[in-house]
């Protein structure tokens, strides 16, 4: 049973502007061909937030992988080169699916690539965010990707839930919700513990939260946990709320907003 969460509820009357970021796994098969199902759902819930006023960025994966299905690729490439050559053919695939089906809505989308030097550089980053602003006045949905075509692995951001929260602070978004493929943070390993629990608020990020999420620095806990983590630390930092949701169904995001209680909510430092 899915209660209503009264802090939630209470945080959510002062959010305007969200960032949703969505995994390469929740918009691609394994094959790099896209999820049609999961974009046309996400696309639409996007855009009825967008229709109730929200102001709404898409931080979204999968470049590299739709690439990979256009040239046919069996496993993820392993050079530099190739991977970049892979996101830049993926990354017009995905943005010429989003442009398609967000049209239908009637929504205007703008495509932003970063690098880590735009949320770095204090000049660049103003940039950025003027960019953002202007597009979000203009009613636009940016749609955003690290730049993966010229960043090489030394100097990059390297996943998109920490490219995301950066991106929550240059919009000044109050909401950074992550679509994963699990349902949340769970308080052990659901794969080895069939009583696995979810985690539905966390008031601060201790240790014990870090070890639940497979240990610092680590990325193979559940889901890919540590640099959701991480984001969460970034966004809460700036006091912007964060939520962990299954990307599976689109309409958890409604749910989200509407305060029930589903995933983990990451409670902002205030
Ligand atoms: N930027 C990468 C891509 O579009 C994804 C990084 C990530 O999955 O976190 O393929």
């Known amino acids: 049973m899915n209660n209503l969460n009264d802090e939630r509820l209470k945080y959510l009357e002062k959010v305007k502007t969200i960032v949703v970021k969505v995994g390469s796994s929740t918009l691609t098969y394994n094959n790099g061909l896209l999820n049609l199902n999961h ?23 999968g470049a590299i992988g739709a690439g990979m299905g256009k040239l046919g690729l069996q496993e993820r490439p392993k050079t530099i080169p190739e991977k970049q050559a892979a996101a830049a053919v993926g990354q017009g695939i995905l943005m010429h ?23 770095t550089d204090d ?17 636009v949905i940016p749609i955003i990707n690290e730049n993966d075509a010229v960043v090489v692995d030394e100097i990059k951001v390297g996943d998109n839930d920490t490219l995301s929260a950066y991106v929550a602070q240059l919009v000044n978004a109050e909401l950074l919700i992550l679509m994963s493929d699990i349902d949340g943070l769970y308080n052990c390993d659901p794969r080895k513990n069939s009583d696995a629990k979810i985690i539905s608020f966390i008031e601060e990020i201790t240790e014990e ?5 497979g240990g610092a620095g680590s990325n193979l806990g559940t889901g890919g946990m540590a640099t959701k983590i991480n984001a969460a630390k970034i966004a809460t930092a700036s006091g912007i709320s964060m939520v962990i949701i299954n990307g599976e169904n689109s309409k958890n995001l409604r749910d989200i907003l509407n305060g029930i209680n589903i ?5 902002a430092n205030l």
């Open 39 to 61: 974009i046309e759902g996400l696309v639409r819930q996007l855009s009825d937030l967008h229709n109730m006023g929200y102001n709404v960025v898409l931080v979204s994966s």
């Open 97 to 119: 699916m989003y442009e398609k089906v967000f049209s239908e809505y009637g929504k205007t989308v703008g495509q932003i690539l970063l690098t880590k030097e735009d949320m």
């Open 123 to 139: 000049i660049r980053k103003n940039n950025a965010h003027n960019t953002f602003s202007s597009l979000l006045e203009q009613r």
């Open 209 to 213: 939260i870090v070890a639940c999420a």
């Open 263 to 267: 995933g983990t909510w990451f409670k």
